[in-house]
T-cell receptor, first 112, second 113 residues
């Protein structure tokens, strides 16, 4: 069965540094991959989408890469700020599949 | 431009009672998805509905759970005869088409005593 794994440990970084999160998957060939942010007690908020034929996508301080050979996506937050502290979720979807499959998330804490 | 709305935000039920969770999609969105999130786990797909139709309920438990999205009014997720294992956060998402970007509501946190 398909499996989606994100960094198992929480990430604790200093303000201004780059946070790098990983999302690895097996037994799946997604057409696209998305990253969401979730704050405690809130719903996921969409951040970025990257398709299988794209290698990299950027949005402001965020960068996502997608390697379908390694079956991995990396999510980078550059020049991190305390306001970036949250849980980040990766989600995979198929070309004819509206069902998103989510990883368990990685919690990021940015220290001032 | 209101986002996806869910109510109640918190719901406490005793074992054996019924839970009704409501979701109003974003304006202009006719596609609704329900997900469940257990502690320390990722969100799991439950059901996908369009107005008056259940398109895919493959993620729903076979018993006690049902969903609807009537022509008028919000989508409803109903859990009958709740058990402790139903305690979770239930999220609704909506999209304007059957597209890849889904917009999530704040969730309903169900606690079964």
């Amino acid at each position: 069965s398909q499996k989606i794994e994100q960094n198992s440990e929480a990430l604790n970084i200093q303000e201004g540094k780059t946070a790098t999160l990983t999302c690895n998957y097996t037994n799946y060939s997604p057409a696209y991959l998305q990253w969401y942010r979730q704050d405690p007690g809130r719903g996921p908020v969409f951040l970025l989408l990257i398709r299988e034929n794209e290698k990299e996508k950027r949005k402001e301080r965020l960068k996502v890469t997608f390697d379908t050979t390694l079956k991995q996506s990396l999510f980078h937050i550059t020049a991190s700020q305390p306001a970036d502290s949250a849980t980040y979720l990766c989600a995979l979807g198929g070309s004819n599949d509206y069902k998103l499959s989510f990883g368990a998330g990685t919690t990021v804490t940015v220290r001032a | 431009n209101a986002g996806v709305m869910q109510n109640p935000r918190h719901l406490v039920r005793r074992r054996g009672q019924e839970a009704r969770l409501r979701c109003s999609p974003m304006k202009g969105h006719s596609h609704v998805y329900w997900y469940r999130q257990l502690p320390e786990e990722g969100l799991k797909f439950m059901v996908y509905l369009q107005k008056e139709n259940i398109i895919d309920e493959s993620g729903m438990p076979k018993e006690r759970f049902s969903a609807e999205f009537p022509k008028e009014g919000p989508s409803i997720l109903r859990i009958q005869q709740v058990v402790r294992g139903d305690s979770a956060a239930y999220f609704c998402a909506s999209s304007p088409q059957r597209t890849d970007t889904q917009y999530f509501g704040p969730g309903t946190r169900l606690t079964v005593l």
